[in-house]
């Protein structure tokens, strides 16, 4: 008898540990396949270029990998006898009919659908640090402003809003199954258990805790107020052309912001200003009280939702304390001097490489006859000046050859 | 008095229906019949299509179209979403409509979805329509350059310099049977206003996929002071004149201008040529809209069409998107930098030594009112007509139907 076939897809949303999730799941895909959980995926960002095709999203040059990514994910879900995860956050903005796509190429795989929610008051400052993080030089106030204008117009708003907004994205993707088959993991309150939020992901996926324990180095850690205003000016200087999206991927992304100004402590940490907390507190009991009465299968509970009734103090990223901001600065021009200098060092080994195998290869050339060439050559030069037309057709040789022919 | 539920559902039901077969009454005037509506799917209107698609069938059903499966077109844009970033699934407004306030996209009514929105549904439909016609190589219609055999009597040229107008001349000489090509050739830079040659630039990449819009294109040329070697015509004549000799390359300033078929003619030998359209497979001579069209197209394609068949099916694109349009000039910020750049252009076609036809002074950035960016409701125009001919282009098995 075969087992039945069922898929969990998570969709988001971002800055929930999604990214520890994936690469849990990614490390230990041939482990978990033995014990019948497949995660179908060759290299880490598969599920990122599969979402990009779903959704026909360009993502800075990226998306030209994406070409067929989505249906070749599905047909390996399709295929597999018994429990498939997919999950990458962007999927949380899947429009209903890209949502059906979704469903119609899973064919009669039974689907759940997962989504880890963190409260709101959390998630916006994060949001505006993501952004940050991705090139964009918006300030934090004209951030707030255009998530905050109800009519959600623009790039920014509307893509906030299509990934963070959890009561709509269920509605979205679970309009169509069963309740019990949508799957809310809530994240704990800062102070839990640190293995919490993997426990309850664990138990959706229907995975022993205890046996793939959380070790992993790939998250998607925070900065603070100076680091991420440094970030944001870096973007101003090095957009339009000055880094292509690869190198700021590697240098700014993850050398600067992820292994360099993340690590700093004593920072002041994003916060909402009053007003726009205020704003944020309401919101988040209208989606509770939503969210409570579908019938969902919560995993955790609502009250993760709730913001903490203490305020952390709001410091502006939009005019932060100038010493910190250099103090970052200083620290990351370090780092990036450090990995000019491992450069510089693979550069030199690789031009020692090629001069060597030049060297072999001029000796090889002689050994082989290149002297009775030369030779050669030498003679029918010499032959050829001594009449007008051996000088012309020489000449002519020469001009056809071009500068590198060697003179004899 | 608030309508119920039920009533909302048959008003917008009947209403997609009305729309599938072409019908074009806005949201707004529209009565749903009393009875008679199929039911909905969905046990509210949320399954309904969203505003955004419903609109944009209407406007295509405002729109002249000939030949074509109406509701085939209707359903290919209802049943997909716009592509890229933008408002999710925007809900129909009515009275009676169900749902939570404060949750999900603010409803509206179609005839009120901003243009930017609608350009998004328009141009992933137009993309559909591309991908599943099958894709005939437009350099298969009519007498193929290749196939033509240079004289060897003839002097032999070659057309350099901003691409659209050199297509265009190309053609032509086409035309009145000359062939591009043979030994030291004279060689024949067609040159136009800076801003003129920077939309051919633009539009040429484009047409060869890029998605690159014109104010990014202009503000990075900008920021390095550089042109693209295709329009820095005194590098570029100068490079031919250091292959072939300065007495054989030839500026010829003046754009589209009748004269510059006149100078081509006399340089080439033979009668003046007819002033013809790009051939098919040689840059496309696009209008500005029509370029931003292709370009928010080519961001669709990147993703969904395999890199082998892309260009054919980008081809297939500037055909359904050819056709006349409005100028565009550098933006307003980069304004300065195109006079100087192109004063200083001027100067150094003065002071080149091969052959200038024509006054240098008019490669200057002119400014004569145009707009410096295209508009979202332009775009629309241009992305709705192009859907049609697209679906003409299917229903005539992957062929341009020629008007």
Redesign the interface.
């Known amino acids: 008898m075969t087992e039945q076939r069922k898929l969990l897809v998570h969709v988001g949303t971002p800055k929930t540990g999604t990214s520890f999730v994936q690469d849990l799941l990614f490390r230990h895909r041939t482990s978990l396949a033995a014990h019948g959980i497949l995660y179908p995926a060759d290299r880490f960002d598969d599920h990122f270029l599969a979402a ?2 779903l ?4 993502w800075g040059g990226l ?2 990998e ?3 990514a989505w249906d070749r994910l599905a047909a390996q879900v399709r295929d597999w006898q018994g429990t498939s995860i997919i999950s990458h956050e962007i999927l949380a ?1 899947a ?4 949502v059906r796509r979704a469903f119609d190429s899973f064919g009669d795989v039974e689907v759940h659908v997962v989504l880890s929610a963190r409260d709101l008051v959390r998630q916006i400052p994060a949001e505006w640090q993501e952004n940050v993080k991705h090139r964009r030089t918006v300030t934090y106030a004209d951030f707030l402003r255009k998530i905050t204008d ?4 623009g ?1 920014l708003a ?2 906030f ?2 990934v963070q ?1 959890v ?2 994205i269920l ?2 993707w679970g ?1 169509t199954i069963p309740p019990e088959r949508v799957h809310l993991v809530t994240v704990p309150k800062p102070g839990a258990p640190r293995n919490l939020l993997w426990e309850r992901f664990a138990g959706v996926f229907g995975i022993d805790p205890r046996e793939f324990e959380p070790e992993s180095t790939r998250s998607n850690p925070s900065l603070g107020v100076p680091e991420s205003a440094l970030i944001r000016r870096i973007n101003a200087r090095v957009n ?2 000055v880094l292509a999206n690869h190198h700021y991927r590697a240098l700014v992304r993850e050398l600067l912001a992820h292994r360099t100004l993340s690590t700093r402590t004593g920072s002041a940490r994003l916060a909402l200003p009053p007003d726009v907390r205020s704003w944020a507190v309401d ?1 988040s009991e ?2 509770i009280a ?1 969210l409570a009465a579908r019938g969902y299968d919560v995993v955790g509970t609502l009250e993760d939702l709730r913001p903490d009734a203490d305020a952390a103090t709001f410091r502006d990223p939009d005019a932060p304390n100038e010493k910190r901001v250099g103090d970052a600065a200083v620290q990351g021009i370090v780092a990036l001097l450090s990995e000019t200098a491992r450069l510089r060092e693979v550069e030199d080994s690789l031009r020692a490489e090629l001069e060597q195998a030049r060297r072999e290869r001029d000796e090889a050339w002689a050994a082989a006859g290149g002297r009775l060439v030369y030779r050669t050559k030498q003679r029918l030069v010499r032959l050829a000046d001594d009449s007008a037309a051996g000088r012309a057709v020489h000449a002519g040789y020469r001009r056809v050859r071009g500068r590198s022919s060697r003179s004899a | 008095m608030t309508a119920p539920p039920e009533a909302f559902d048959r008003a917008a039901w009947s209403w997609v229906d009305h729309l599938r077969h072409g019908g074009s009454t806005p949201w707004a005037d529209w009565s749903a019949p009393a009875t008679g509506q199929p039911a909905p799917p969905g046990k509210d209107g949320s399954t309904l299509p969203a505003a955004a698609e419903l609109e944009v069938v209407r406007r295509l059903a405002t729109r002249p179209r000939h030949g074509i499966d109406f509701p085939a077109v209707a359903d290919l844009v209802l049943r997909r979403s716009g592509p890229g970033r933008g408002l999710v699934d925007i809900p129909l407004a009515g009275t009676g409509r169900t749902g939570t306030p404060r949750i999900g996209t603010p409803p509206s009514d179609p005839g009120l979805v901003p243009d930017g929105e609608l350009v998004r549904v328009a141009v992933g439909a137009l993309a559909e329509l591309l991908i599943e016609t099958p894709a005939t190589d437009p350099t298969d219609t009519g007498p193929s350059r290749m196939t033509a055999r240079r004289r060897p009597w003839e002097r032999g040229f070659r057309i350099a310099g901003p691409p659209v107008a050199g297509a265009r001349l190309r053609a032509s000489l086409a035309a009145a049977g000359h062939v591009e090509g043979g030994r030291r050739p004279r060689v024949l830079l067609v040159a136009g206003a800076f801003d003129e040659m920077l939309l051919q630039i633009w539009s040429s990449r484009v047409q060869r996929g890029s998605t690159l819009p014109w104010p990014k294109l202009v503000r990075r040329l900008a920021r390095e002071d550089r042109v693209p070697l295709a329009m820095d015509l005194p590098r570029l004549a100068g490079q031919w004149a250091d292959r072939v000799g300065a007495e054989r390359v030839h500026v010829i300033i003046g754009g589209a201008d009748p004269g510059v078929w006149r100078t081509a003619a006399q340089i080439v030998g033979g009668p003046v040529p007819p002033i013809a359209e790009p051939a098919p497979g040689d840059v496309a001579d696009l209008s500005p809209r029509a370029t931003d069209v292709l370009r928010r197209v080519n961001e669709v394609l990147n993703v969904r069409v395999d890199p082998a068949r892309l260009p054919a099916v980008v081809r297939a694109g500037s055909a359904v998107l050819q056709g006349p349009g409005p100028a565009l000039v550098v933006p307003d910020r980069q304004a300065a930098w195109a006079a100087e750049r192109s004063r200083r252009m001027a100067q150094d076609l003065r002071a080149g030594r091969y052959a200038v036809h024509g006054e240098p002074g008019q490669v200057a950035s002119r400014r004569d009112g145009d707009p410096d960016r295209v508009h979202a409701a332009d775009v629309l125009d241009i992305a709705l007509d192009a859907c049609l001919r697209a679906a003409e282009q299917s229903a005539h098995g992957g062929k341009v139907p020629r008007r």
């Open positions: 990009l095709d959704m026909e999203l360009p998306e030209k994406a070409v067929g903005r429009s209903r009919s890209q109800p009519r959600r117009r790039k509307s893509w809003w299509a907004e009561p709509d509605d979205r309009s339009d052309g919101l209208t989606w939503a």
